[in-house]
T-cell receptor
Framework: GQQLNQSPQSMFIQEGEDVSMNCTSSSIFNTWLWYKQEPGEGPVLLIALYKAGELTSNGRLTAQFGITRKDSFLNISASIPSDVGIYFCAGLTSGTYKYIFGTGTRLKVLA | DAGVIQSPRHEVTEMGQEVTLRCKPISGHDYLFWYRQTMMRGLELLIYFNNNVPIDDSGMPEDRFSAKMPNASFSTLKIQPSEPRDSAVYFC??????????????FGPGTRLTVT
């Protein structure tokens, strides 16, 4: 099915470094969601964005809804080992209830 | 509040057998979604319900797959007969519309299905 372009596909970083990842789409969305998935578990909702330009934080995580409404960004500051996992974005267009998911960014943090 | 509950967490079955996956959505959520996740295809939406009514089943792979939601607190995804290519992690998720019109979706822990 349709998927968002999410980049990078994977990242290996040192503990304490900041992380940035993004999702882009050819479609305009009115909702962006960011999830984290750990091995053997379901995706856990981190941040929800509903408005173009919106910037929302959840602890060390900050996500932004792009002005064009076709992209979104997630930043993690001062990474720690427990940030390891796969981060997914999901977008929702107006008038539909079918979320479209990104391909995921696999994050590994080296202590 | 309890999150989305799925059972079983793991299922191993032989090809040709019937498999039933179960889901209890978050109380008060009026949308329920079934997804399948594989390494090759990522997260795929199979079907979703609104107020117990199936709205879009275009993602259901074939007639071997069926889903029901007999009430607001229970849904099943059935595969009959199962095939090895059905091996995947199946997730149930639920959502509701927030006061401002936003919609957040919450996932269950998933059922890992292995068909031998």
């Amino acid at each position: 099915g349709q998927q968002l372009n999410q980049s990078p596909q994977s990242m290996f970083i040192q503990e304490g470094e900041d992380v940035s990842m993004n999702c882009t789409s050819s479609s305009i969305f009115n909702t962006w969601l960011w999830y984290k998935q750990e091995p053997g578990e379901g995706p856990v909702l981190l941040i929800a964005l509903y408005k173009a330009g919106e910037l929302t934080s959840n602890g060390r995580l900050t996500a932004q809804f792009g002005i064009t409404r076709k992209d979104s960004f997630l930043n993690i500051s001062a990474s720690i080992p427990s940030d390891v996992g796969i981060y997914f974005c999901a977008g929702l267009t107006s008038g539909t209830y079918k979320y479209i998911f990104g391909t995921g960014t696999r994050l590994k943090v080296l202590a | 509040d309890a999150g989305v509950i799925q059972s079983p967490r793991h299922e191993v079955t032989e090809m040709g057998q019937e498999v039933t996956l179960r889901c209890k959505p978050i109380s008060g959520h009026d949308y329920l979604f079934w997804y399948r996740q594989t390494m090759m295809r990522g997260l795929e939406l199979l079907i979703y319900f609104n107020n117990n009514v199936p709205i879009d089943d275009s993602g259901m792979p074939e007639d071997r797959f069926s889903a029901k939601m007999p009430n607001a607190s229970f849904s099943t995804l059935k595969i009959q007969p199962s095939e090895p290519r059905d091996s995947a992690v199946y997730f149930c998720a639920s959502s509701r519309t927030l006061a401002g019109g936003g919609r957040e979706q919450y996932f269950g822990p998933g059922t890992r299905l292995t068909v031998t």
